[in-house]
């Protein structure tokens, strides 16, 4: 059973949410407090999986509560709920907070949210990682500019306007937006000259996935990566979510898949900032042994942390909200037995992307020693599909390298 400990300071509200709650006693272990400080008295005495806290309180506010619970308990998923009024406090302090909710909350839609992260934390950590994550100093929240976007995206007045507006408030963002849309991978004919316009064209999903991705990358631009290039990482990061939609887009899945396609290609190795951040000089001896035996820093983040970075990666899509196709495309881009062998999904479009990214673009300097395995390609009966799927990728390739040169 998930243990789940909801806190207000009105009395109110927790019966009402025992109340409506009554019927997941079978599936939720709950606690209610009624302040900051008895939740973290509660929280010292036993193991939770899950708070879910009101903003606006005396004494111990939400985000106070949730900076503590982030430091003394880092693998606890952390969500609000909390008023309208509190929304514009809450996007201005978002750090602490995995998932918000807007009172009043349907209760299925709070039963929702609270499953699914509790599911995705099922699926994806077992005790390694819990001790991992638990050890870890920084785990990324959602950036604010993507929070206002999917705010936007949710109200029923979203448009492409409004989203433009929101991007064209960031002055870098809206430059390297529109640097991005205007390079030879998106395959635009003609020059882009506005967020409105680049919104437009590849629509507000794949907007938001680039701006989370660049904001992503710039929560650790500060910071000294000794095991890592954040540079190198981000072009290999935006050539395999390319290559992903590509391969999608070549095999005629739908709309909806194309883009989660794209969007875990972008994010597939975020676990690799994680690791790299807040355990620094055993990931860098990790990437280091791997260039020297010319292996996988699979094996040697196995053997260091017994997990590795795609599930890591995975985890924190989980706790962010995100859909189960791309949770599942980046926590097992490198694991081969959990692609089914009758259909192209986002999983094996950004295993495959990633695969052939290597080969065209990094030539070991990630630390891979990549290899096609031809025997699982054929089991899964894609041994034909492969060549054509490197040879759509490398022709947007060269021309994309003819175009910079």
């Known amino acids: 059973m998930k243990k789940i400990l909801f806190v207000d300071d009105e009395p109110n509200i927790l019966q009402a949410l025992k109340r409506s709650l009554r019927n997941m006693r079978v599936e939720w272990d709950m606690d209610f407090a009624i302040s900051g400080d008895k939740a973290l008295e509660i929280l010292a005495q036993e193991r939770f999986d899950v708070i879910v806290t009101d903003m606006r309180m005396p004494g111990m506010n939400g985000l106070e509560l949730l900076n503590a619970v982030r430091n003394k308990y880092p693998y606890i998923i952390r969500f609000v709920l ?15 907070i995995h998932q918000y909710l807007t009172k009043p909350c ?9 499953n699914k992260a509790c ?7 077992d005790s390694k990682l819990q001790e991992l ?3 870890m100093e920084t785990l990324p929240s959602l950036p604010l500019l993507y929070t206002k976007l999917m705010a936007e995206l949710e109200s029923p007045e979203a448009s492409i306007k409004s989203v433009a507006k929101i991007i064209s408030q960031d002055i870098g963002m809206s430059a390297k937006i529109l ?9 635009i004919r003609h020059h882009v000259a506005s967020p409105e316009q680049a919104v437009s064209l590849l629509g507000m999903d794949i907007v938001s996935a680039l701006v989370l991705s660049i904001n992503v990358f710039e929560q650790f631009d500060s910071m000294t990566l000794e095991a890592l290039s954040l540079s ?3 072009n290999h990061s935006r050539n395999v979510g390319m290559f992903a939609k590509k391969i999608a887009e070549y095999e ?22 994680i690791l790299a951040v807040n355990i620094p000089e055993t990931y860098k001896s990790v990437i280091e042994d791997a260039r020297k035996m010319q292996k996988s820093v699979i094996e040697g983040e196995l053997k260091n942390f017994g997990v590795t970075h795609e599930k890591i990666g ?20 490198h694991s081969s037995d959990d692609i089914p062998s009758d259909t192209i999904n986002p999983l094996t479009a950004v295993k495959y992307a990633n695969i052939i990214e290597h080969k065209l673009f990094q030539d070991g300097k990630m630390s891979y020693h990549v290899k096609i395995d031809v025997s699982h390609l054929k089991e899964h009966g894609l041994d034909t599909k492969f060549p054509i799927w490197e040879s759509v990728c490398q022709q947007i390739a060269d021309e994309a390298s003819k175009n910079e040169s």
């Open 82 to 96: 909390s008023g309208h009024a509190d929304k514009d406090f809450i996007l201005r302090s978002v750090g602490p």
């Open 106 to 114: 349907d209760t299925d839609e709070l039963k929702t949210m609270i």
């Open 119 to 125: 599911s995705t934390n099922g699926l994806l950590i």
């Open 133 to 135: 994550i638990s050890q």
């Open 179 to 187: 640097q991005l849309v205007n390079s030879t991978f998106f395959g």
């Open 232 to 234: 190198e990482l981000w």
């Open 252 to 273: 005629k899945i739908d709309n909806k898949s194309k883009d989660y396609a794209f969007i875990a290609g972008l994010l597939h190795d975020i676990g690799k900032l």
């Open 314 to 333: 995975g985890y924190l899509m989980g706790l962010w909200g995100f859909p189960q196709p791309v949770i599942e495309a980046i926590a097992s881009h």
